[in-house]
C-alpha cells in the first residue's frame, strides 16, 4: 500500500537544518490500522505531512514514499495536488479549527470535491448526509456553521470531510489529543469502524504521544525517537514484549491504576529529547538509555529483524 | 427569531443615547467659541455705527441668543426635531438646510466614487500584495508613502504638479465661472475637469490604507489552520485564495460602511483646497465666521450618517458572519 524507504525530512533554518525525519522506512499494509508513537518532537507529525502536505520550510531531502508505486515524494505540484484527499488525506492535529469559521459544512465540501473533478453535487451531498449519520450526527449539521459544533462534533466533521472521497490512506494526526475520554472513545470506535466495518478507507496511520492508545486500536506500531523510527512491531509484541530501550521506558512512563504516586513516584524518562539540529553521535538515545555502552556513542545501530516482522535498532540486539 | 429582535432592540436604544448626546455636544460646542456671532455678520455695516447697534440687538433677538442657554437648548431640540435646522447667521437669510442641501450633492459626486473605488482597487492590489511577496515588495512602500499623506498636503501636491506646473486642470470650485449647473453636454465636462484633482486626492489617500488592511489580513488568513486544512486535501491555490477572502472582507467591510458614514464630513481638509462647495468647506465656513446654525447643522448630518452607517455595519455584520449572528441568537433563547 504506502511503502516509505530511508525518508529524509529537514526543516531549513538559518542556523542549519533541523534533521526532524532522517533516514525512516517502514510499510503499511492494506487493511491495517498502523501506529506511530513517540514524544513531542520526535518527527512523528513531520513524517506523516510530508506526505501529504510539503511546504517550506519542511524539505524532503531524500528516500522515498511510494503509494502504489509511485513516489509521492517527487511528483509535481499538479499530480501532488490531485491525490489528496482521494488517494490520501488527513485528520490534522488542528481539527477544532480545520474548518472555515465563515462557511456551511456542504459548501467546504463541495469546493474541495469540485477541485477533484466532482461535478454531481447532489451526489455529494447526500453522501456527506449519509456520513453524517455515520458518525450518529444529525444530517443538519450539514447546513450549520462550524460555529455550531462542539468540540467532539467538530471531530466528528472533520473525520467524515477528511475521509469523504474514500481515500486509500487516512493520516489521523493526534486526534485524540484535545479530547476528553469519552470522546476520545467514540473517536476510537468510529475509526475502527470506517476502516474494519464500512472499508471507507483502505489503511490508518494513527499518531499520538500515548502509546496505551495504540494497544487499543493498532494493529502495527511504530515507535520514532529523534527523527529515527527504533522499533516496528505487531502492537500485542510492542506492548507486551518491548524490546528497545526507549519502547521500555516509554511503556514503564504509563500512569497506572492502583499505584498512589505519593508513595512509588511515577517512572519518567531521565533526561530530555535531543534538540535535532545538531542529534547526538551514534544511537541518538544513548546519553539518556540505561544500557548504553562505547559502541552507541559511535555507531548507528541498523534496523535488524528479531524475529518475524518485529524490527528493532539497538546494540543489545546485534547478531 | 427573537434573538435578532432583542439585538436591534438593544443597538436602537444605544444608537438613540448615542444620539441625544452627540446632539446635545453639538449643541454646545459652537457656543463655547469666544466672540460673537452677530458681530462677524454686522461687520458689513462697519461704516453705519448706529445702524450697527440698532441692528445687533434686532439680530440677537431674532436668533434668540439673548433667551438662557437651557430655552436656546429646549428650542433647538424642539427644531431639530421638526427637521428645522435654523437660519444661517453668515448667509442671513437663507435657511441652513437649503444650504445643506445644495452642498450635499457635490459632496456625494465627490467622496462617494472616492471611497468605494479607492476600496475596491485597494482591496484588490492588498488581495494580490499579500498573495506574491515579490509583489509586496514593490507595493507596499507605495502604500505606507500613500496613507501616511496627508490628505491637504497630497491635495496641494496633486495641485501644484497638474495645475501650477502643467496647467492640466482647474484648480478651485467645483465648476468654471463662466457656467451655470444644468444637464448640458458643457456643464458635465466642466464639472468633471473640476471633479477629478479633489478626487484623485481623497482615492490615493485612501487607497493606501484599504490596500495595507487587505494585505495584512489576506496574510494573517493564508496561515490560518482551515487554509492548511483546504490545502491539505488538494485545494487550488484559487480556491484557497477564495476561502481566504471571505474572511479577511470582514474587517474591511466594517472599514468601508464606517467610512461611508463620514462620507458627508468628507474631507474637510481637501475641499478647503480646491475650495470645492461640499459639506466640509461649508462647515469650514461656518467655523470661520461663527455661524452656530450653520455649524450644528452640518454637524447634525455628519451624526446622522455616522450612525445611521454604523447601524448598518451591525446588521450586516449579523448577516454576513455566523459567529456574530449566534453569539446573539444563543443570547436570546
Not at chain 1, 495504540?214 to 506500531?221: F, H, M, Q, T
Not at chain 2, 485545494?235 to 474572511?247: P, Q, T
Amino acid at each position: 500500500m504506502l511503502r516509505v524507504n530511508d525518508l529524509k525530512v529537514y526543516y531549513k533554518t538559518p542556523s542549519g537544518y533541523i534533521k526532524a525525519v532522517d533516514g525512516v522506512s517502514f510499510e503499511v499494509k492494506k487493511g491495517e490500522i498502523f501506529g506511530i508513537a513517540g514524544e513531542s518532537g520526535c518527527g512523528k507529525s513531520t513524517l506523516v505531512n510530508s506526505l501529504i502536505l510539503r511546504k517550506p520550510p519542511m524539505i524532503h531531502m531524500g528516500g522515498e514514499a511510494l503509494l502504489e508505486g509511485k513516489d509521492i515524494m517527487t511528483l509535481d505540484e499538479k499530480e501532488y495536488r490531485k491525490i489528496r484527499y482521494t488517494k490520501i488525506s488527513i485528520i490534522p492535529q488542528y481539527s477544532l479549527n480545520a474548518l472555515n469559521p465563515t462557511k456551511k459544512i456542504r459548501e467546504i465540501v463541495w469546493d474541495l470535491a469540485k477541485e477533484h473533478g466532482y461535478t454531481d453535487k447532489e451526489e455529494i451531498e447526500s453522501k456527506l448526509r449519509e456520513r453524517l449519520r455515520m458518525v450518529s450526527l444529525s444530517e443538519q449539521v450539514a447546513n450549520m456553521y462550524p460555529i455550531e459544533l462542539s468540540g467532539g462534533m467538530k471531530q466528528r466533521v472533520v473525520m467524515v470531510v477528511s475521509t469523504l472521497l474514500d481515500p486509500k490512506i487516512l493520516i489521523a494526526d493526534e486526534i485524540t489529543s484535545a479530547l476528553d475520554v469519552t470522546n476520545q472513545r467514540i473517536i476510537l470506535e468510529l475509526l475502527y469502524y470506517f476502516i474494519k466495518e464500512e472499508k471507507i478507507v483502505d489503511s490508518i496511520i494513527f499518531i499520538t504521544h500515548d502509546i496505551g492508545l495504540l494497544d487499543k486500536i493498532a494493529d502495527r506500531i511504530m515507535v520514532m525517537y529523534a527523527g529515527k523510527a527504533v522499533e516496528i512491531g505487531p502492537t500485542e509484541k510492542i506492548i507486551n514484549k518491548p524490546t528497545h530501550p526507549y519502547t521500555q521506558l516509554l511503556l514503564n512512563s504509563l500512569p497506572r491504576l492502583g499505584i498512589n504516586y505519593e508513595k512509588e513516584r511515577l517512572q519518567g524518562i531521565p533526561g530530555e529529547p535531543p534538540a535535532l539540529l545538531k542529534p547526538p553521535s551514534g544511537c541518538r538515545l544513548h546519553p539518556r538509555c540505561p544500557y548504553a555502552t562505547d559502541i552507541c556513542t559511535m555507531k548507528e545501530p541498523e534496523m535488524i529483524e528479531i524475529e518475524k516482522s518485529h524490527f528493532v535498532a539497538c546494540h543489545m540486539y546485534r547478531g | 427569531m427573537s434573538g435578532i429582535r432583542r439585538y436591534l432592540m438593544r443597538k436602537s436604544m444605544i444608537y438613540a443615547l448615542t444620539f441625544v448626546f452627540a446632539v446635545t455636544i453639538d449643541f454646545v460646542i459652537p457656543r463655547l467659541m469666544p466672540g460673537d456671532p452677530i458681530g462677524v455678520l454686522l461687520s458689513r455695516f462697519a461704516t453705519l455705527p448706529d445702524v450697527a447697534n440698532y441692528l445687533h440687538g434686532y439680530f440677537i433677538e431674532a436668533f434668540g441668543l439673548n433667551k438662557p442657554l437651557w430655552q436656546q437648548y429646549l428650542s433647538f431640540w424642539n427644531a431639530v426635531l421638526h427637521g428645522d435646522l435654523g437660519i444661517s447667521i453668515y448667509y442671513y437669510p437663507k435657511p441652513v438646510a437649503q444650504i445643506i442641501k445644495e452642498a450635499l450633492p457635490y459632496d456625494l459626486a465627490l467622496l462617494l466614487p472616492s471611497i468605494v473605488v479607492s476600496w475596491v482597487v485597494g482591496n484588490w492590489l492588498g488581495a494580490y500584495a499579500g498573495k506574491s511577496k515579490r509583489f509586496d515588495s514593490y507595493l507596499m512602500p507605495v502604500f505606507y508613502f500613500l496613507q501616511a499623506s496627508p490628505y491637504f498636503w497630497f491635495a496641494i501636491l496633486l495641485a501644484y504638479i497638474f495645475t501650477v506646473k502643467l496647467g492640466l486642470f482647474p484648480i478651485s470650485g467645483a465648476y468654471g465661472y463662466g457656467v451655470l449647473p444644468s444637464f448640458s453636454w458643457e456643464f458635465i465636462k466642466d464639472y468633471l475637469h473640476h471633479w477629478i484633482l479633489p478626487f484623485l486626492s481623497l482615492f490615493f489617500v485612501q487607497l493606501g490604507g484599504w490596500a495595507i488592511g487587505m494585505r495584512n489580513m489576506i496574510i494573517y488568513e493564508v496561515e490560518a489552520d482551515y487554509i492548511r486544512y483546504l490545502e491539505s486535501l488538494g485545494a487550488s491555490e484559487r480556491l484557497l485564495m477564495k476561502h481566504a477572502f471571505k474572511n479577511a472582507m470582514l474587517p474591511q467591510i466594517t472599514g468601508l460602511a464606517l467610512q461611508l458614514g463620514l462620507i458627508v464630513a468628507g474631507n474637510v481638509t481637501v475641499q478647503v483646497v480646491f475650495s470645492y462647495p461640499g459639506i466640509g468647506y461649508i462647515l469650514m465656513q461656518g467655523i470661520m465666521n461663527q455661524d452656530y446654525f450653520l455649524i450644528q447643522g452640518c454637524f447634525l448630518v455628519i451624526i446622522l450618517t455616522v450612525l445611521v452607517a454604523n447601524f448598518t455595519i451591525d446588521l450586516l455584520y449579523a448577516l454576513v458572519d455566523p459567529r456574530i449572528k449566534y453569539a446573539y441568537t444563543e443570547e436570546g433563547a
